[in-house]
């Protein structure tokens, strides 16, 4: 069957998903004018995998949330201990999304430093948590 393909690049800087967005809906829209025996079809879109990692992001995020928190709540055996690093995650999250909003794409090396984040912050809160609960039992202090 003849055909022919078209290339459409984005401009540097310009935004994958909105330029993919608005070009599938230009070929909907001009495909209505198209004669009955052409159609068009897209057979390589590489925005597919920035979506997808996109649609992962919360669910993975999610997924390492909960053994995280169990490995703690093991490694310092209370609940009460446990509480500071869970409280330490969202905050470093917020943290990271907020620098990446400023300007940093999605890409393996972002989710690196999201990973980054969250096992620095988790781990510097353990270590201030042990620390915390040896200075009540050496000096007796009441827990405030």
């Known amino acids: 069957m003849p055909a022919t393909i078209l290339a459409v690049y984005q401009s540097p800087g310009a935004n994958a998903l909105a330029v993919s967005e608005a070009v ?6 001009l495909s209505a004018d198209f004669p ?5 079809s897209v057979p390589f879109n590489t925005t597919d995998f920035a979506e997808q990692s ?29 509480t500071i690093p869970a409280v330490a995650i ?4 917020i943290g990271t999304f907020a620098l990446l909003v400023l300007g940093m794409s999605l890409n393996t090396i972002s989710l690196f430093a999201l990973v980054l984040a969250v096992s620095i912050v988790v781990d510097d809160a353990i270590v201030v948590v042990e620390n915390v609960e040896r200075i ?9």
């Open 24 to 29: 599938l809906a230009e070929l909907d829209r």
């Open 36 to 40: 009955d025996d052409v159609a068009y």
């Open 54 to 82: 996109l649609n992962d992001v919360i669910p993975t995020l999610m997924m390492t949330f909960a053994p995280v928190i169990w490995v703690v709540f093991i490694f310092l055996g209370s609940f009460r201990a446990t």
């Open 90 to 93: 969202p905050v470093s999250l």
């Open 136 to 144: 009540i039992a050496e000096e007796g202090a009441a827990p405030g």
